[in-house]
């Protein structure tokens, strides 16, 4: 089975910056994508930012400029550099892994970390 452990979130003026970490274990398909995903109070989860292990990514237009997405394979982890953060990036960050292998999807998800941006 595989376990998506988050780390990093807490409480940050506006401006400031903050890192995420995801580390996943378990038997993880080689060829997959990592990213995260957040989600506010009373709204629907949204992409934050993804990156395959390729190395392409694909950002939120809210956050281009700012975030950064980045992975270990090594370590089987994820990060998510975050800058200039504002007040409405205060959410829930999720982390994500998934692959698509022999025609069969495979998605996991992390418990989430609090990253709360006080203006």
């Known amino acids: 089975q595989v376990q998506l452990v988050e780390s990093g979130g807490g409480l940050v003026q506006a401006g400031g910056s903050l890192r995420l970490s995801c580390a996943a274990s378990?038997?993880?398909?080689?060829?997959?994508?990592m990213g995260w995903y957040r989600q506010a109070p009373g709204k629907q989860r949204e992409l934050v930012a993804t990156v395959t292990s390729g190395g392409t990514t694909n950002y939120a237009d809210s956050v281009k400029g700012r975030f950064t997405i980045s992975r270990q394979d090594a370590k089987n982890t994820v990060y998510l550099q975050m800058h200039s953060l504002k007040p409405e990036d205060t959410s829930v960050y999720y982390c994500n892994l998934r692959w698509l292998r022999e025609g069969n999807y495979a998605g996991y998800w992390g418990q989430g970390t609090q990253v709360t941006v006080s203006s």
């Open positions: 378990g038997t993880i398909f080689s060829s997959n994508a």
